[in-house]
């Protein structure tokens, strides 16, 4: 029997990891690190203290992550499979003063979510499965969409004319389906480019939240596939869910 539950080991993990990559960020700001170096000790640091706490607390489990690919090769077999980004978002983590960066861990559990969480270090919040974070209350005349810093999803365009959204836009994935589930923001679409590490977590929490999480064709969330290829995803309000997948296919 394990110390902790998986959705404990998940929520300390994420916690944990969040505290190495803080305290790794602002010394490097300080003495005038490029932004290329911040990165790589932000993903060697993050990635070398989640391998080592799941090998040592759940070394029969398989391992999926961004940093380390698909080198665990048990996993295409096992039946307990970890999914993580030690760090996502490291663009916005070489930049200071931003806090839209996250630390994913899930566990997905033969067909299904065994546990998952997801941290915002820089804003010192954690959001997990178990206690799952509840359903917020919003009142807004117009949804809220959220968006990448850098393109708009032709998709979210489809959304954002079709309801009459309003924009906003953030960094990692993790941040913005975490905007979702704090009701900052109403739904979040992403079409391609994305991993299964990029969304497992974030999905695992929304939906144990109450929240719609679906491909973009409304399909369920499938992981542990053996192409780590994702391409599309949602996170919304369920109330929006058939309206958003309408504003999509018509």
Same mark, same amino acid.
């Given at each position: ?13 994420? +916690? ?5 990559? $803080? ?12 932004? !290329?170096? $911040? ?12 391998? /080592? ?8 489990? /398989? ?12 996993? %295409?077999?096992?039946?307990?499979? *970890?999914?993580?980004?030690?760090? @996502?978002?490291?663009?916005? %983590? ?5 806090? #839209?960066?996250?630390?994913? $861990?899930?566990? !997905? ?15 010192? /919040?954690? &959001? ?36 009459? =959204? ?14 979702? +589930? ?8 992403? #079409?391609?480019?994305?991993?299964? *590490? @990029? ?11 109450? &929240? ?9 969330? +499938? ?5 780590? *290829?994702?391409?599309? &995803?949602?996170? =919304? ?6 309206? $958003? ?6």
């Amino acid at each position: 029997m394990f110390a902790e539950t998986d959705a404990e080991l998940a929520a300390r993990l994420a +916690v944990q990891t969040g505290q190495i990559l $803080v305290g790794i960020r602002e010394p490097l700001f300080a003495s005038g690190a490029p932004q !290329w170096e $911040v990165k790589d000790a932000g993903d060697a640091a993050a990635q070398a203290f989640l391998a /080592a706490e799941l090998h040592a607390h759940r070394p029969d489990d /398989a391992v999926l992550s961004e940093e380390e690919g698909q080198t665990d090769q048990r996993r %295409f077999d096992a039946e307990r499979v *970890w999914i993580i980004d030690p760090l @996502d978002g490291t663009r916005e %983590f070489s930049e200071p003063g931003r806090t #839209d960066w996250a630390v994913h $861990v899930a566990l !997905w559990e033969r067909d299904r979510f065994g546990a998952a969480a997801v941290s915002l270090p820089a804003a010192n /919040a954690v &959001f997990a499965t178990e206690p799952a974070p509840p359903l917020p209350q919003v009142e807004r005349e117009r949804p809220r969409l959220i968006t990448s810093r850098s393109r708009a999803p032709y998709s979210a365009v489809l959304v954002a004319e079709g309801l009459g =959204c309003d924009a906003v836009r953030l960094g990692s994935a993790g941040a913005k389906a975490m905007a979702v +589930v704090m009701g900052h923001a109403d739904i979040y679409v992403h #079409d391609g480019g994305m991993y299964q *590490w @990029d969304s497992a977590a974030p999905a695992a929490v929304a939906m144990a939240a109450g &929240f719609h999480a679906s491909r973009l064709d409304g399909s369920a969330l +499938v992981y542990n596939a053996r192409d780590p *290829w994702l391409p599309d &995803f949602i996170v =919304c309000r369920p109330e929006l869910a058939d309206d $958003v997948l309408r504003s999509i296919w018509g």
